[in-house]
């Protein structure tokens, strides 16, 4: 079946999300009495937990000033554990996902990965909103494998990438909300790149993230990913579905003229070596079922240069 090519371009899911984004109640965490010596003990850790799990993030953070590096990493790490609580805890994972959402508002909170997250939300009066829609989406995590449509899939990717990024926001500072749409669409094509990339550790897990009704519009099935086969169904599919994310990373790339300046860099090279995720799934033939797509650290540095050249010429913010 021959697929409209522009399906991807409907934008009810986008009007939706941000709206949901803006309606977001202005809540925040208090500032609360901390120990300077166990506050950075925490953000050293939280420091040694985005340097493990994600060297794209920590290589970007690098180059923003030292407070707000610190926080980017508070929020990966507080992002990382509360993910791990789904994906890898022991046990009744719902209980100890609600009992760490708790956690966050106990001002004798233990936790290193809790106490500099607590200490980023005040500092920066990042709305407490977003953060209750990532828990929220990440939980959903427990219950549901399989989405139905783009929509459906696009609701999930904001709860669990864009929120991310209006937090981020946060911590980079903005000038307008008009912000908000882009770190809308970057979240949704920042997470739409990890699904492509994991379709075969997903399945493995018992989830499928996939739209089903594209899948459907393509021929193809549940059958053909359990299979693993790569066929050209499922190359059409493939750069259907890459062509999307591009899109997205692009029209979400001139919302960088509205981060502060200090920012911009990290969040360019973020969306850039993420992207380029999808070249390595296009080098590969679309077989995202016997590797994982990557981009090792020497391709990653050799881009850097043409996207800080990017940023300070305002490459991206043509159409701000």
């Known amino acids: 079946m021959r697929v409209d090519p522009l ?23 208090e500032p609360y009495p901390v120990d300077s010596a166990a506050l950075r003990a925490a953000y050293a850790h939280c420091e040694r937990i985005t340097q493990a799990h994600s060297r794209t993030f920590y290589l970007v953070s690098a180059f923003m000033s030292r407070p707000k590096r610190q926080a980017i990493r508070a929020l990966y790490a507080f992002c990382r554990m509360s993910d791990d609580l789904v994906d890898c805890a022991d046990g009744d994972r719902a209980t100890k996902l609600a009992a760490w959402r708790r956690a966050i508002c106990d001002e004798k909170v233990s936790d290193p990965v809790l106490h500099a997250w607590r200490d980023t939300l005040s500092r920066y009066r990042i709305p407490l909103g977003y953060m ?19 929509e ?21 500072g903005f000038k307008d909300e008009r912000a908000v749409e882009y770190a809308v669409r970057l979240g949704v094509a920042l997470q739409l790149t990890n699904i492509l990339r994991d379709v075969g ?6 989830r499928l993230y996939l739209p089903l009704d594209e899948l459907q519009a393509f021929g193809l099935s549940e059958s053909d990913i359990e299979s693993e086969r790569v066929s050209e169904r499922w190359r059409a599919f493939m750069r259907f579905q ?9 029209e979400s790339l001139p919302g960088l003229a509205l981060l502060e300046r200090d920012g911009r860099f990290a969040v360019a090279a973020a969306a850039e070596l ?12 679309y077989d995202v079922f016997r ?21 300070y010429t305002n490459r991206y913010s043509l159409s701000v």
């Open 274 to 285: 993420y992207g380029a995720i999808l070249d390595d799934i296009e080098a590969h033939d």
């Open 152 to 172: 459906l899939l696009a609701h999930y990717c904001y709860g669990v990438a864009s929120t991310v990024g209006l937090m981020s926001m946060h911590i980079i």
């Open 201 to 206: 550790e997903d399945w493995r897990r018992g």
């Open 7 to 29: 399906l991807w371009r409907s934008r009810a899911w986008e009007v939706a999300l941000v709206n949901k984004a803006l309606s977001v109640p202005a809540e925040y965490l």
């Open 242 to 250: 890459i062509a999307r994310a591009r899109a997205l990373y692009a």
């Open 291 to 311: 590797r994982r797509a990557q981009v090792s650290t020497s391709r990653k540095l050799i881009r850097l240069p043409a996207i800080a050249w990017r940023v």
């Open 132 to 150: 209750g829609q990532l828990l929220d989406a990440l939980a959903t995590d427990l219950t549901a494998t399989r989405y139905p449509t783009f």
